[in-house]
């Protein structure tokens, strides 16, 4: 069992940059896939990075690359989604989950096990 807990979002302006948290109880959290996802309203949640269970791989969204970088420290139990260069289409409601196993092509929300609350990210323009 793993709990999550988002924090780091706010209201930024466009160009501006964020940087999300994601901290996670249970002793279990190094053997997940961890993965950064999205909502904007009237949208369908959607898959924005994942990274390894050692963080030595990663992957991202093609709308985010080189923009958005995710990282974590497994002695911690926090996944982050570095965010820069923020524009106003990345407004969403951001969560993070604990997913079963890494994909270098992505994941599908319905793959991952557990789930934050989620984090609201404003930019305006």
């Known amino acids: 069992q793993v709990q999550l807990v988002e924090s780091g979002g706010g209201l930024v302006q466009a160009g501006g940059s964020l940087r999300l948290s994601c901290a996670a109880s249970g002793r279990t959290f190094s053997s997940y896939a961890m993965g950064w996802f999205r909502q904007a309203p009237g949208k369908e949640r959607e898959f924005v990075a994942t990274?390894?269970?050692?963080?030595?791989?990663?992957y991202y969204a093609d709308f985010v690359k080189g923009r958005f970088t995710i990282s974590r420290d497994n002695a911690k139990n926090t996944v982050y989604l570095q965010m820069n260069s923020l524009k106003p289409e990345d407004t969403a409601v951001y969560y993070c989950?604990?997913?079963?196993?890494?994909?270098?092509?992505?994941?599908?929300?319905?793959?991952?096990?557990?789930w934050g609350q989620g984090t609201q990210v404003t930019v305006s323009s």
């Open positions: 989950a604990a997913c079963p196993y890494y994909s270098s092509s992505g994941l599908p929300p319905s793959v991952c096990n557990y």
């Open positions: 990274s390894s269970w050692s963080g030595g791989s990663s």
